[in-house]
């Protein structure tokens, strides 16, 4: 039962019907009333050629809309009831309350109310609804250009109050109205004045006391039921900030010129855009840590553009999301703006730089050697935007929206962000909230001064001795680490690659990843949101330690670059950590002084901005994890040391824990070299001796070997080992493995021998998945059935040599038969992950496996000897506007020809767009941008924009 002050509970459906200009259905306890909005242009005749526009309202109740029987309607009676006559004026004057006639130029708005259910307070529902439905409308108006001025000035709603059993109470219902001594409906503006108290003592009189107590029972109803416009869909105003024209933002991405310095002429390009990757490789060995790709340089880009300028009071803001790097921005010859760190999103307010027609947007970015330990991409190679805003807008960077608590029942929301008016505060609560999360990202809308914004609801709990809990739910992070490019495009930010990647990694079970070692692209954390992917958002690679360019220019931007990133990244709810770093100089020192002191700053400044979510940062070193920088974030960040988990929870129990860089397995998809060596683990005898070895056996010229059981650094080690200490160690927090994909640069450890591009990958650079992937598949999505067999079984001259075959599943049992003749059936021992069979001798023909759960058969996979290639097979997966089409070399059995390369070259048809060709091979040194390339181990993959089949395939060389 509601208490006196208390309002009914209030739902708001917004675009209930399909074709009204505005439209609402509120519900309003038992009272339902549908609200539409009908745009008319012309007014009624006392108002023709004065310029000025009408707000009207119709009322009706349906006949069955109360417990009374059937009502019969107006049109039968040939007149209007009076009660409904008087009602509909009610409406029409409130809501006119709200406009500017003149603003509204001469066009009529009529609000239909029609009332579906009815217990009391359909006035009320009606005037209130109205509003939402009138806004609607005048929304589609701005958008359409039909209106240059938001004519709504105000808002209006309404509700009732009484006196009851000689209490004054909120809101009646039709038992409350039809028994009170006093009956009051309040209709008010949103900045607290009154439009119209309607009101009569149905008993007896009331007194001033009564009077005074209704209005402040009215009033405080009635903020509430404001605060409950943002809730219609989350798309409304807040209650005390004034209506106006929306925001219009601009991407620039065509009609940029671009030329290199040394270079004469400019010549056309698409933004975002990275010269590196159009020039194609240098020469082996030329700067393999960043792949070969003449990314050192100084480039000049240049836009003209006409209009962008805001209304009268308004602000024009620039944003570039990513120019790498030292970039220097002019408009119309005027220096307004650049930053030295190349991830570094900048907005800048270009208002007074602007001309109304003929301004030149000119960029400048310069990369100078080794200023990276891989790939940096080199110029404006993110987004560039254009943001119009009216006098009323929401300042860059100030908007913070967040979840206070969670219940099943409701959410409670604040939000706070700067405008030309002061600082606004608030709080709202949603009703039946949709919680985000991976499994389902739900989002939703708000919309202040006709700017749009997402936020997501979910809680996040941390807890160092329990672990990981999202929406009161435990997990653990099921991560891997990303680096900033997208593989045969380069640095240049595409969101439907991005998408690519993300859905293949979710597919395998990852639902988080790490943003190693810089901020990303802001429209990389959109997909995040969208998608259901946790991340780890991370700020630098270095402070002051030198392990590049950005340690020189530390000292006077990283306070405002952490600032900015921040504040541009903290309303995206998969965002779940900020990460100040990785494998810092600082924590390498033997006094940690220093390193505690900047991790403190660091801390400090991102608390003051949301202390909603912990600071991490990466660390190799194992002194760091007692010497006193562990207690300088709320959650350390090990870089493989899995061997020390159990020992960090019990001597800091009061700090998180999780792996930020684990296993850095390397293998190249297809390749497999015998004998089979395992990277040696950190304790186990000759440490040196053994690596050498394995170095040795497991490297040939620049490819890995695919059998998922060597890293080249002291710390690596194969993934089960992860596995393993995240299974015995339940409060840590998860792992984030090193790499989800191949990146350019870091081929590491093949940099001598020919590599250009990393090999950590659990997909290679094309997007095609090594066998790692099905080992993690098994692990991260136990509950699918899945069996994958590795090696390959094609391998001439090899006949009754020891092949070891290893298989990945989610079973618990696995039998393995080389042409019908089982191998042994295993049982999966504890913190065991792969089944083994080390002695199998090659004869050409069958392999299989077939696995078992609790009993029952799970999974089967087969592997065959393949013949001579007979065909080339595609395949198409398409993410939004690019379509992914793999090429596979095949014999006349439908079996992958992992032995026999072939050179495949294409012409595409008008319509289509051949954006990149890759294999996966990181020692190619093709052009990712040709029309033609060569398989590698059977398999191409080609990027086109437009439809697929325009893609033609001309012919294969062997």
Request: aromatic share 10%; net charge neutral.
């Amino acid at each position: 039962m509601k208490k006196n002050n208390e309002l009914r509970n209030i739902k708001i459906v917004k675009n209930f019907t399909k074709h009204a200009a505005g439209s609402v259905l509120i519900k309003w306890g038992d009272t339902w009333v549908l609200c539409t909005a009908s745009v008319e242009e012309k007014v009624p005749p006392f108002l023709r050629d004065t310029g000025r526009g009408w707000v009207t309202a119709e009322y009706s109740m349906l006949p069955s809309s109360t417990g009374g029987g059937r009502k019969e309607r107006d049109i039968k009676k040939l007149k209007m009831d009076a009660r409904s006559s008087e009602i509909q004026r009610l409406i029409g004057r409130s809501l006119r309350a709200a406009v500017d006639m003149e603003k509204l130029g001469e066009r009529q708005i009529v609000i239909d109310c029609d009332v579906l259910q009815a217990d009391g307070g359909t006035r009320c529902a009606s005037i209130t609804g109205g509003m939402i439905a009138l806004e609607i409308a005048v929304s589609k108006l701005l958008k359409s250009g039909a209106l240059k001025e938001n004519p709504i000035v105000r808002r209006v709603a309404a509700v009732s109050v009484g006196v009851c059993e000689g209490k004054v109470t909120l809101d009646l219902d039709y038992a409350h109205d039809s028994t009170a001594e006093v009956d009051l409906n309040v209709v008010m503006t949103d900045d607290g004045r009154f439009v119209e108290i309607q009101g009569c003592a149905e008993h007896k009189p009331f007194t001033e006391k009564h009077m005074a107590q209704m209005l402040k029972f009215a009033k405080s109803g009635l903020k509430k039921i404001f605060a409950k416009f943002c809730l219609a869909g989350a798309a409304f105003l807040f209650a005390t900030l004034p209506v106006c024209a929306a925001v219009v933002e601009h991407t620039l991405s065509d009609g940029w010129l671009f030329r290199l310095e040394g270079e004469a002429e400019m010549r056309e390009v698409r933004v975002p855009h990275d010269w590196a990757v159009d020039k194609g490789f240098l020469k082996q060995g030329a700067c393999p840590a960043q792949g070969d790709l003449p990314f050192v340089g100084k480039g000049y880009y240049k836009r003209s553009f006409d209009g962008f300028l805001p209304p009268e009071g308004g602000r024009t803001y620039l944003t570039l999301d990513g120019v790498q790097c030292r970039s220097v921005v002019k408009l119309n010859g005027k220096v307004v703006g650049g930053r030295p760190f190349g991830y570094a999103s900048e907005t800048i307010d270009v208002t007074d730089a602007m001309k109304k027609n003929g301004n030149i947007l000119e960029v400048e970015a310069e990369n100078v050697p080794a200023s990276s330990r891989w790939y940096p991409g080199s110029g404006i190679f993110r987004d560039v935007t254009v943001r119009v805003c009216p006098k009323d807008h929401v300042k860059p960077g100030t908007l913070f929206i967040r979840t206070l608590d969670v219940s099943e029942e409701a959410a409670s929301v604040a939000v706070s962000f700067e405008w030309n008016g002061g600082v606004s505060n608030w709080t709202f609560k949603v009703e039946n909230p949709r919680l985000w999360s991976p499994e389902n990202p739900a989002l939703y809308e708000l919309e202040i001064f006709g700017e749009k914004f997402r936020y997501g609801i979910r809680t996040l709990l941390f807890d160092p001795a329990r672990g990981f809990f999202l929406n009161g739910v435990y997990r653990q992070m099921r991560g891997v680490c990303m680096h900033h490019d997208l593989g045969p495009i380069g640095a240049a930010f595409d969101k439907d690659f991005a998408r690519r990647q993300l859905a293949l990694l979710k597919e395998m079970g990852c639902d988080a990843i790490r943003t190693s070692h810089n901020p990303p692209a802001a429209a990389l954390l959109d997909l995040c949101d969208e998608m259901g992917v946790m991340v780890m958002d991370e700020a630098f690679d270095m402070w002051e330690g030198w392990k590049g360019d950005y340690s020189v220019f530390w000292k006077d931007h990283h306070a405002r670059d952490l600032s900015n990133f921040i504040r541009r990244d903290r309303n995206h709810p998969s965002i779940v950590m900020w990460s100040i770093g990785n494998e810092l100089i600082e924590h390498a020192a033997k006094d940690p002084t220093r390193a505690i002191a900047i991790a403190r700053e660091l801390d400090g400044i991102i608390k003051s901005l949301d202390s909603t979510r912990p600071v991490t940062f990466g660390c190799y070193r194992q002194d760091a994890m007692w010497n006193g920088c562990q207690n300088t974030v709320d959650v350390f960040g090990a870089n493989y040391l899995p061997f020390k988990y159990a020992e960090f929870s019990k001597r800091n129990p009061k700090v998180g824990l999780i792996g930020t860089e684990t296993s850095s397995c390397v293998s190249s998809r297809g390749e497999y070299f015998f004998p089979v060596v395992a990277s040696p683990i950190n304790g186990e005898g000759d440490l040196k001796r053994r690596r050498d070895e394995g170095r040795e056996k497991m490297i040939r010229g620049a490819q890995m070997s695919g059998y998922d059981l060597w890293g080249p650094h002291p710390n690596d080690y194969p993934p089960d080992v992860e596995f393993e200490h995240q299974e015995r160690n339940p409060q840590v927090y998860g792992e984030f493995v090193w790499t989800g994909f191949d990146y350019i640069g870091e081929p590491d450890p093949c940099a001598a021998t020919g590599g250009r591009s990393s090999y950590f990958g659990i997909f290679d650079l094309a997007g095609l998945p090594k066998d790692r992937y099905w080992l993690y598949k098994a692990q991260w999505r136990s509950n699918v059935p899945s069996a994958h067999i590795l090696p390959h079984w094609t391998w001439p001259g090899r006949e009754g040599e020891v092949t070891p075959v290893h298989v990945y599943t989610s079973g618990d049992e696995a039998e393995l038969f080389v042409n019908g003749v089982s191998q042994g059936r295993k049982k999966r021992g504890a913190y065991q992950y792969r089944f083994q069979w080390d002695n199998v001798r090659y004869q050409p023909g069958e392999l299989c496996v077939k696995t078992w759960r609790k009993g029952k058969i799970w999974a089967t996979d087969t592997v065959k000897t393949a013949q001579k290639v007979a065909k080339v097979e595609r395949t198409v997966r398409v993410f939004g506007r690019i379509s992914f089409v793999t090429f596979a070399l095949k014999d006349a059995n439908g079996t992958l020809c992992p032995n026999e390369d072939r050179t495949l070259s294409f012409s595409v048809r008008e319509g289509t767009r051949l954006v990149s060709l890759c294999n996966g091979d990181a020692a190619s040194r093709e052009d990712f941008k040709g029309k033609a390339m060569r398989t590698f181990h059977g398999l191409l993959v080609a990027a086109v924009e437009g439809p697929a089949d325009g893609l033609l395939l001309k012919g294969e060389a062997r």
